[in-house]
């Protein structure tokens, strides 16, 4: 990395393998900075017949040759199992300067995380290894309800890539950690890759207690001890952990995986777990523009969610959560038996009979890539997003929590007093910016349907920014921030967040009457719109248009976001869809005929 | 140029197979390279350790882990009955004793030195492998796997719960658009796999349960049914570990459509043959699908029969194709063009598409997406 002058770079592809598709997009620094050029994709191989990543992602990347023109591929280093591009050539139409890659492929990376008291150790250990970029099998901890025999049966049945090990602060009590590394050798998974493996394990637990657990796990682990990630009650440190977890991916999971040796070998940086690098781009973004973000990425299979709110102290803290059996094709029937059929129906502007609507969605997950080819069929899967938006973001505020007493001394009894004291980071009314990424948000094919989607999925309050990740570059732009940051922030502002507006919903006491005005939107100083409790409607601008509004609450008790009763002012880049009103309380109220209200609001904001 | 490949599930009258057959603990393989054997016999077995159980002796007994561990009686390795004396400790001045006893059988693991635990592992159970094909062993690795290599006929279902079984195929007494009633059930159907019908009721899955099928195979089935059956909803199309007695097979989906003709052809035309199923399904990464075989006896032809993987999924002018989303959701047609560039369909995406002519002489337009070739 350090004999990479970002400076000097002009032409960077990076790929994205993940688990069906591999996304091959090309940087390139033009005139007027850097810009995403172009965009091949292919199908992932890691499984057999093919059994080798590079093979897709070569596809993938004859793809942008094909269509940008540019010549990248030198098939004779590609034969003779060298780095297979061509240097960027003196004109600059050929060639490259760097190589970067994500990787999801084959699972993504697998982890258990251990602790001993679940709303600590366990889960600094879980929210480790989520902002690492895994997948969380299982959180054991010594008080999670199951016995012991459960515990190791479990523990026995997972195959994960690596186990996280925590437990106990340091200078504290080292028996119980002691006793789960016990537990740990009792039941001794086998790792997913590699029979021959040892089972790779990162103990990050009280630092007194390291040489007893090595001790105890020598035999059946190769371990690697960083530092507590829970070195007093107070503080988190998450940061050592992470990257040991980062070096075992490469290290013993990557290099286990069929391909990726190869593909190790041409790039200069690690190849990131994809969430890592979407997690990493998400949270430079927020904390350089100092904006309080949640962002999405709702795939067929699971739906993570990163966010950047600031904790009680001021300072920005990341989260990331994986709902792993909430999307848009794979798990789609989970969203189905998760959130119930009427749950799903009540976003629908037309009515499906509850037989037909249980068999439209378990036929897409037994024909996962079959796209909507009638209105109906989109509007089914949209109230489905809705609902696995609305159940990740529900999972994600359990884990996005502060620690609490962070500016004051702890005694014992604020040990138990933890679950009453911890608070949720995730304040709807403070977000600036939601982000939503995923085919069926960034691909829908009215931009208005998304911001809907996101709208009423995430239950937004007050005045927020919606944005789409066009075409799924957080990934790619997140790896390429590691090295060049500037011309990642750069990409991601110009070609990757598409601005479709805002969303701006009064909240309010319960009582008011349907139909009562909540707040008015003045234009340049004129009165324009009146927000009434439970309509929708939208306000329409030129594409990007920049406008200067003043928004003023009617009620004392009603807030828009600057407290309640209070006015504000904001000049505004309206995007592509404008401002959505919503005058409906949060959660939503559904009474009555959901059908005839839901087709109001498409009919009002031009979706009919 | 590259080609516009489609899935399609397979059905194939006379194919050669190679199933892996493996251990999950290592264990003993039971017949060598080059052996025939039948579906139905045991070709490996291994012994999968009992449950572990950690007993927490310090804290049952009010002691410290150092007085625990002057007080075991038993060492690494001891093998002890339910009763058995683990610990023994005298208190004050010898008068109060304090013993602990093994609380179900088992083998003495370990005994932490750290914290006064014991490890106590519950005898082993005995795991067997079938040997699923009626075929040859061409592989042997020792101690983990085999594979057997088989000609059949191959039917592979687009859903299905419950793992491997076997059973005489039976065709049921039912139109094909019909949908299966109990009374379409024969009255013993001990060691049969039953076959027929658009979907079955969630009484006839019941009725043929309870006369002892071990396989239904159908063109679909309602979801609330299959629920019914299962006593639970599923979530994730990642099946075949189902605590069930008969394993449900679906060719087309889930609603009421009636078995492909192609496979209702195959089947009927093994009708009263020894045959193997398994509902195993996994949608997503190495898409696992459900099948059924109907093994031929093996012969010098064998190596002649085309591999299971020969079959290219190309999808022409004139191909035959079922599509697989509403609004034509079930209904098979043949492809008249397939235009090169995008074009828009009705929810306004872009899409590629394939014109194609209905069984009822329409003409439509359909995502390329959204279509199986039969």
Known sequence: MSSIDPQKLQVVLVTDCGSTTTKALLFERMADGWHQTCRGEAPTTVEEPVADVTVGALNAVTEIEELSGRRILDPTALVQGLVPFLPRSADGRNGLDLYLSTSSAGGGLQMLVMGVVRQMTTESAERAALGAGAIVLDA????????????????????????????????????????????????????????????????????????????????????????????????????????????????????????????????????????????????????????????????????????????????????????????????????????????????????????????????????????????????????????????????????AV??????????????????????????????????????????????????????????????????????????????????????????????????????????????????TPLAEVLIDDRPKFTIKKGEVSRAEFEPDQKVKLKLVPLHKAVDLGAGAGEASERTLDMGQCGLLMDGRNRPIEFAGDSVSAQKQIYQRIGLI | MKRALTPGLQKRED?????????????????????????????????????????????????????VLQGIKVKVGDRLLPGDLICERSGLFGLMKSRFLAPHAGEVEFISAKTGHLGLRAASRKVEVLAYLSGRVVEVEAGKSLVIEARAALVQGIFGVGGERSGTLKRLAVAADEIVQPQHIPTDAQGLVLFGGASPSLDALRQAAAAGAAGFICGSIDDRALSGFLGYDIGIAMTGDEDISMSIILTEGFGSMPMSERALELLAASEGKLTVINGATQVRAGAVRPEIIICKPLSAAASSSPSETDEAGVLTKGARVRIIRHPYFGMEAEVLDLPQEPERIETGAYTRILRAKLGDGRTVSVPRANVELV
């Not at chain 1, 990424?437 to 919606?466: D, K, N, W």
């Not at chain 2, 251990?23 to 039948?38: H, M, N």
């Open chain 1, 140 to 399: 054991i901890s010594a008080d999670d309800g199951r016995e012991d025999h459960e515990r190791v049966e479990r523990i026995r049945h997972l195959r994960p890539d690596i186990v996280l090990l925590c437990g106990g602060i340091d200078s504290g009590s080292r028996s119980h950690v002691i006793e789960m590394a016990e537990m740990l050798l009792a039941a001794s998974p086998r790792p997913r890759f590699g029979d021959t493996l040892r089972l790779p394990v990162i103990y990050a637990g009280n630092s007194e207690a390291a040489a007893e657990v090595q001790e105890i796990l020598g035999g059946m682990a190769q371990i690697s001890v960083v530092e507590n990630v829970r070195p007093v009650l107070e503080r988190e440190n998450l940061g050592p952990a992470r990257e040991a977890i980062h070096e075992f991916f490469l290290k013993h999971v990557m290099s286990h995986s069929p391909g990726y040796s190869r593909l190790l070998s041409w790039t200069p940086l690690p190849v990131m777990p994809t969430p890592a690098a979407v997690g990493d781009m998400v949270r430079t973004y927020a904390i350089s523009q100092n904006l309080q973000v949640l962002c999405v990425d709702i795939g067929g299979a699971t739906s993570d969610v990163f966010s950047v709110f600031r904790n009680q102290a001021g300072e920005p803290v990341f989260n990331r959560t994986v709902s792993a059996n909430l999307g848009m094709s794979y798990s789609i029937a989970n969203v189905l038996v998760e959130a119930g059929v009427d749950a799903i129906a009540r976003w629908l502007p037309c009515r499906i009979e509850t037989t037909d609507l249980r068999d439209r969605l378990r036929n897409k997950m037994i024909r996962p890539t079959s796209i909507p080819q009638s209105m109906e069929d989109l509007w089914l899967e949209q109230a489905v997003c809705r609902e696995a938006l609305r159940l990740s973001l529900q999972h994600h505020r359990s884990l």
């Open chain 1, 402 to 515: 502060g620690l609490s007493g962070v500016q004051r001394q702890r005694g014992i009894a604020d040990i138990f007093a933890q679950g009453k004291s911890r608070y949720e980071l995730v304040d709807m009314m403070k977000l600036d910016v939601v982000i939503g990424s995923g085919g069926v948000l960034s691909h829908a094919p009215e931009r208005i349907q998304a911001m809907l989607m996101m709208l009423e999925g995430f239950g937004l309050c007050g005045l927020t920014q919606i944005t789409v990740d066009s075409i799924f570059m957080l990934p790619h732009l997140g790896v390429f921030s590691a090295l060049h940051p500037a011309a990642a922030a750069e990409i991601f502002g110009r070609d990757c967040l598409i601005n479709l507006g805002w969303s701006l919903v009064p909240v309010f006491p319960a009582g008011i009457p349907a139909g």
């Open chain 2, 15 to 67: 194919v050669l197979l190679r199933r892996h057959r493996a251990l999950p603990v290592k264990g003993e393989i039971l017949v060598e390279a080059g052996a025939e054997v039948s579906a139905r016999d045991i070709v490996a077995r291994a012994e999968l350790p009992g449950d572990l159980s950690i007993l927490r002796l310090p804290e049952k007994m009010g002691l410290d882990a150092d007085e």
